[in-house]
C-alpha cells in the first residue's frame, strides 16, 4: 500500500495570506489527523477528522481549520498567516474497525515558512 | 490531561552499543496505548513499537524492545546492537482509546546520534 502522501513539500508564504494543506491517507484509512511540528513547542495536536467529521480539536485558534473528504483525503486551512504558524506539518492516518491498533502513519509533511 | 516527559534531550552512543530511552507519563486513566516514534534527519516519522496497557508482557521489535512499568508509569525504549541507520529523533507518544478523543500526546523527543 502507498503511504501517507502530503502536498505541497514545502511552501513559503507571507504574513497575512492564507495556506491550504493536503493529506492523502493510506487507502483504507478513514481516520486523519494532524499535527504541528515546531523547535519550540515541539508535537502538537491540531485536529482529526473521521467519515468526514471532525472528531477532535486541540488548542489552536480558529484560523486553523480542516475537512475531509468522502475519500477520505484531508485538507487542512490556515488564514490569516502569522509568523510563528512556521512549521513542519504533519498529516497521519489510522486504521478503524474493531481490530484496530491506535497506531498512526505519518507523512513526510509539509514544510511551512512563513515571512 | 495527559503529559509525556522524556528527560534526555541527547544520547550518543557507538555502534553495536545497547542503548535505552527513558519516557515517563502521567494519566489517571487505565486503558490506554503508548508507542515510540522515530524521525530520522529530514525523513518521515515511523512507528517503531507500541504497546497496550492492559498488556504486561513488553513489546519487541527485532532490536527494538521496550521495558513498560505501569505503576511507575514508565515506558523506555532499548535499542540493542544499535546502528547508524538508528541515528534520530526519538519520540514517546500516549494515546486513550476513547473515541473522539484518539490523539497522540508526546514527549519532547531525545536526539539519538549512533557514532561509528
Known amino acids: 500500500k502507498a503511504g501517507v502522501t502530503q502536498t505541497p513539500r514545502y511552501l513559503i508564504k507571507t504574513r497575512g495570506q492564507q495556506v491550504t494543506l493536503s493529506c492523502s491517507p493510506i487507502?483504507?484509512?478513514?481516520?486523519v489527523s494532524w499535527y504541528q511540528q515546531t523547535p519550540g513547542q515541539g508535537l502538537q495536536f491540531l485536529f482529526e477528522?473521521?467519515?468526514?467529521?471532525?472528531?477532535n480539536k486541540g488548542n489552536f485558534p480558529g484560523r486553523f481549520s480542516g475537512r475531509q473528504f468522502s475519500n477520505s483525503r484531508s485538507e487542512m486551512n490556515v488564514s490569516t498567516l502569522e509568523l510563528g504558524d512556521s512549521a513542519l506539518y504533519l498529516c497521519a492516518s489510522s486504521p478503524s474497525g474493531r481490530a484496530r491498533s491506535y497506531e498512526q502513519y505519518f507523512g513526510p509533511g509539509t514544510r511551512l515558512t512563513v515571512t | 490531561a495527559q503529559t509525556v516527559t522524556q528527560s534526555q534531550p541527547e544520547m550518543s552512543v557507538q555502534e553495536a552499543e545497547t542503548v535505552t530511552l527513558s519516557c515517563t507519563y502521567d494519566?489517571?486513566?487505565?486503558?490506554?496505548?503508548l508507542f515510540w516514534y522515530k524521525q530520522p534527519p529530514s525523513r518521515q516519522m515511523i512507528l517503531v513499537i507500541r504497546q497496550e496497557a492492559y498488556k504486561q508482557q513488553n513489546a519487541t521489535e527485532n532490536r527494538f524492545s521496550v521495558n513498560f512499568q505501569k505503576a511507575a508509569k514508565s515506558f523506555s525504549l532499548k535499542i540493542s546492537d544499535s546502528q547508524l541507520g538508528d541515528t534520530a529523533m526519538y519520540f514517546c507518544a500516549f494515546m486513550t482509546p476513547n473515541f473522539g478523543n484518539e490523539k497522540l500526546t508526546f514527549g519532547t523527543g531525545t536526539r539519538l546520534t549512533i557514532i561509528p
Open positions: 494519566t489517571s486513566e487505565s486503558n490506554y496505548y
Open positions: 477528522y473521521f467519515s468526514e467529521t471532525q472528531r
Open positions: 487507502s483504507g484509512h478513514r481516520s
